[in-house]
């Protein structure tokens, strides 16, 4: 099999762009010996989502904060942990990197699996830009193995970090089915509010669909690539009227994640995240992701009401 290094050499991205996600993928072995050594415990700070952090958060965040800064080629970088866009060479750097250090903190207590999500767009900041614009994306979960899928070229691929510290190629060219078998449906709570979005649960039962729920976006997407099949739903509710999940770093990357693998990626009105121009750096959306067909249907009960 394939060293990451070797499939990227061999590849027709730019060495600039090749470089910063092998940086990237640098962070994501100092975070993998973090999350598996350090404190689990809250930092007591909280973070620009009001959300409470943990001292892993901030560590990850630090991590990747740390290799990003250190290279001439990022213009600038945003994180979920920081308000603010972060500018190293600005105007002389090449690319810009949003990035989720830690997704699904809250399952570190319990030892479930998290990962860290990143998107790469040429140039120097995001505002005004959209998910169409990246030129790759990938996460990394953290698990009993660390595995990553990493999208450029139109393509997904998966890579394993093996026992020398390199990551290897372990599946290329991930292609999902039309039709969804597994399901991930978040935000259940919104069933009160939403009787359509029950619909959308008796959509799946009836057609005696598999749940597979890890309520960490990272994991559960991964569950739908892995298998080349499945759909995940994350609508929004009076307490996330937008969406609980952010455009920038979580939803724009899985979306070409997944559409580069076949799949497709929109919000809950059928828009398609790849078109939601970025105006914040920590807007939310709705996301409706996975088997293309599948997110068809799930958009078509949610807008019949
Ligand atoms: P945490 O980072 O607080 O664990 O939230 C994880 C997440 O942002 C995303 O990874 C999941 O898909 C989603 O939230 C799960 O949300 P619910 O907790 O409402 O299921």
Redesign the pocket.
Known sequence: MSSLNKFLYKSTLPSSLQRVILEIMRASKYTAHAITTEETGKSGETNVQG?EQLALDMRCDEIFCNILSESELIASFASEEQENEVEINGENGKYSVAFDP??????LDVNGCVGSIFGIWEGNGFIGKKGKDLVASGYIQYGPRTTAMISFDGKTHEFTLCEVGEYQLTKQNISIDSIAKIFAI??L?ALPERPEYKKVLDYFLENKNTLRYA????P?INTILCKENGIFT?PSHSEYPNG??RLLY?CAPMAQIMMNAGGNATDEEGENIEDIEIVQLHQRTSIILGSSSSVDDVVDILQKK
């Open positions: 959300e830690l997704d699904g903190s809250s399952l978040g935000n709570r309520g960490g976006m990272v559960d994350y609980k999940l979580e």
